[in-house]
């Protein structure tokens, strides 16, 4: 059951929603309507990364906050 994060296309707020099922009606929480878009998000982990190279990571090239490795300096 993963949780997706939405934006209404009525009043434009963004939204997480626990989907059971893959046909599931999602509805905008704050007005009600069906007009919503399904965003692309990050995915979450958990635990350590490690890094070979000598902590820094290709991603991190330039340096962003948005890489996730941990290691690099860049956080």
Do not use: Q, W
Not at 9 to 20: S, T, Y
Not at 29 to 35: I, L, M, S, V, W
Request: hydrophobic share 25%; with cysteine; proline share 4%.
């Amino acid at each position: 059951m993963p949780i997706y994060e939405y934006r209404c296309g009525n009043c434009e707020i963004e939204f997480e929603e626990l989907v059971f099922r893959r046909d599931e009606k999602i509805v905008c929480p704050e007005c009600g309507t069906g007009d919503v878009k399904r965003l692309l998000s990050g995915f979450a982990v958990t635990g350590e990364a490690r890094l070979s190279g000598g902590g820094s990571c290709d991603t991190c090239k330039p340096k962003t906050k948005a890489c996730g490795c941990s290691g690099c300096g860049c956080h």
